[in-house]
């Protein structure tokens, strides 16, 4: 679905079909390297990324406790239907809702994503097969009978009541 706010994400049908078609090489993302077999991310920037956080981030922490505080119950890195090595940050198991909470930089956000210039031709392939990531694991949970909701990093302040909403609606379409 990747339905983000405020315009924030726009993926077309050619973003959706390359993300069915999208290798599963990691190849395309290895960081290029120099003579002698360095890691052109080498130094400080490459000692920073290594440390970045791919769960358990802080606006995903916030709106678990948010989620929690309002009485809603949830799993935490749930299993995606049809590609177990993929996972939803919050899964409702019960009515099929799975939310995700992406991060500005690494999914490319219009309003917040930055572009590093270090290897800039490097960082723009690893964001747009993180973006056709996306659109594959929507799609594959669609065809799970799925509901999909991302949120961006930055949307903490309505992010919960989001995520009520969705959930009451997919509550109700489900015991139809």
């Known amino acids: 679905m990747l339905e983000y706010t405020e315009d924030c994400y726009g993926v077309g049908k050619d973003l959706e079909e390359s993300a069915v078609s999208a290798p599963s090489s990691r190849a395309t993302v290895t960081p290029p390297r120099q003579d002698g077999g360095t890691n052109l991310l080498a ?11 791919t769960r358990d981030t802080e606006p995903e922490m916030a709106l678990r406790r948010e989620l929690h505080a309002r009485g809603m119950r949830y799993r935490v890195e749930y299993p995606v239907p049809g590609n177990r090595r993929r996972s939803i940050d919050i899964a409702f198991v019960g009515i099929r809702l799975a939310v995700f ?28 097969m993180n973006r056709a990531r996306d659109a594959d694991t929507d799609r594959l949970l669609r065809e799970h009978s799925w509901e999909s909701l991302r949120l961006w990093e930055h949307e903490s302040a309505t992010a919960a009541d989001r995520v009520i909403d969705a959930y009451i609606k997919r509550r109700m379409a489900v015991q139809r």
């Open 43 to 53: 130094g400080p920037a490459s000692s920073r990324m290594s440390r970045q956080r």
């Open 101 to 128: 909470v992406d991060g500005c930089f690494w999914h490319g956000c219009p309003r917040h994503g930055t572009w590093p210039m270090t290897n800039a031709e490097w960082w723009e392939n690893k964001i747009q």
